[in-house]
């Protein structure tokens, strides 16, 4: 099928709509305090079907997305990742790990996976069962995954909400609870919702565009 048209800006334009872009997504910050206020579908659904726009490896869409917002699921989402993290911060970690962290204030207490509205499980799907029940593998599937992650996290911010992206080690928890097939394995649990009144964040500096960006010179 032909592309579909393109839009037909000028620079100074498509410029300025980066420009904007990047004002939106600067001001992104992971909240760990979040307001119990319900996230409705006609805000959160869209941002999930822009997710599914990522590219991916043979377009194979190696993605899932369990949304959460029955509280006793979230209850035990919480006490099961609370356990991972007990035993990651009291022994699991190394002590180079634990002082990269310490600058944030993390520990193994949760408790927004409770508090905030809406828990998106995000799922790899590394393989699925073909008509014979042999495995066929996906390819690229985490890259695929991680893509479309970035295009949720982006997609939510844009919409007004904050978002944290909870990675407790191991989570196969989530799947056993979400009941998600065995060739699916967890990537990431963002927690999504409206900051609290109080919310407060780290004093964090992100690398300038020069540290982090540059362009080899011509051969």
């Known amino acids: 099928m032909p592309l579909p048209a393109y839009p037909t800006w000028d620079d100074a334009t498509r410029a300025a709509r980066a420009r904007a ?14 307001a119990p206020d319900p996230v409705p579908d006609e805000v959160l659904l869209p941002c999930l079907e822009a997710a599914g726009t990522a590219p991916s490896g043979a377009h194979q869409q190696p993605w899932h997305f369990v949304v959460i917002r029955d509280a006793d699921t979230k209850r035990r989402i919480r006490e099961a990742a609370e356990r991972e993290e007990e035993a990651f911060y009291e022994g699991r970690a190394p002590d180079t790990w634990l002082e990269a962290l310490a600058p944030l204030g993390t520990d193994a207490h949760k408790p927004f996976l409770e508090i905030a509205p809406v828990l998106v499980a995000v799922f790899e799907e590394s393989w699925v069962a073909g008509p014979d029940g042999a ?22 911010h844009h919409a007004g909400l904050a978002t944290l992206t909870h990675t407790p080690s191991p989570m196969g928890f989530l799947r056993d609870i979400l009941g998600r097939p065995a060739g699916e394995k967890a ?33």
């Open 187 to 219: 990537f990431v649990l963002l927690v999504v919702g409206h900051p609290a009144p109080d919310t407060q964040v780290p004093d964090l500096v992100r690398k300038p565009l020069d540290a982090f960006v540059h362009e080899p010179p011509a051969s």
């Open 135 to 156: 495995r066929q593998p996906r390819y690229y599937s985490k890259e695929s995954v991680g893509l479309a992650t970035g295009l949720l996290l982006a997609a939510l």
């Open 21 to 34: 872009f990047l004002a939106t997504m600067a001001t992104r910050r992971t909240v760990r305090t979040f």
